[in-house]
């Protein structure tokens, strides 16, 4: 999981920078003098650098949400004891549900970030598994916040430790000059999908533990005794 975040980072990286490198591109400066005899500079990227800047947003957020949706199947997948590999993580399952989730959750954590930002607050928690039913059940978007909202409400204290344990390994991952977000989105992926498994009642697959090795077979016990 933490090669494909570095992939996706990488890839963010590299659209960000021909969009941002565009739009510079795009932009026209001009400089005039006020009444003091001081000079002033100012750029304006017009209507072309404005669509530009548009699709870069468009693009990283379409990457982060497939970013998202794919490591939440590679993690259901390492629930179900399925073997992964990189490219798992790369193979989003039931991705235009997931994306309309995505889309749904984001404009329900907006608007109610507006009002007074402490329900945006409350909605993200107990949409929290919204992508996970998604993906799991094959719900529809409303369906499958329907159902994170039931399931958050009914277990509150395991889905806030698991909802602020995220937030931390997250946060230290910021800290870590934001480095550290390659290895704290996958665990944090994995949290969640362990969550999410235990409060629905569904497979978690155990980790197979090492057995002692059996020592040599005895040997052949010696013959009777004579003095």
Known sequence: MVVAAIIYFVGMGIVFGVMYGGTIALATTSTYTDSYGYQHTSSSGGAGALILM???YL???ATAVYMQASFASGALDIADGKPVSIGTFFKPRNLGPVILTALLVFLGVGIGSI???IPGLIFAFLSIFAIQFAIDRSLSPV????ASIETARANVGPTLLSWLVQYAVILVGQLACGIGLVVALPV???IQAYTYRKLTGGQVAEVAQ??????PPPGIPPGPQYS
């Open 115 to 117: 009002l007074c930002f």
């Open 143 to 146: 369906d499958a916040i329907k």
């Open 188 to 190: 944090a992926a994995l």
């Open 54 to 56: 548009l699709v870069m």
């Open 59 to 61: 693009l990283i957020f």
């Open 210 to 215: 090492p057995g002692f090795r059996q020592g």
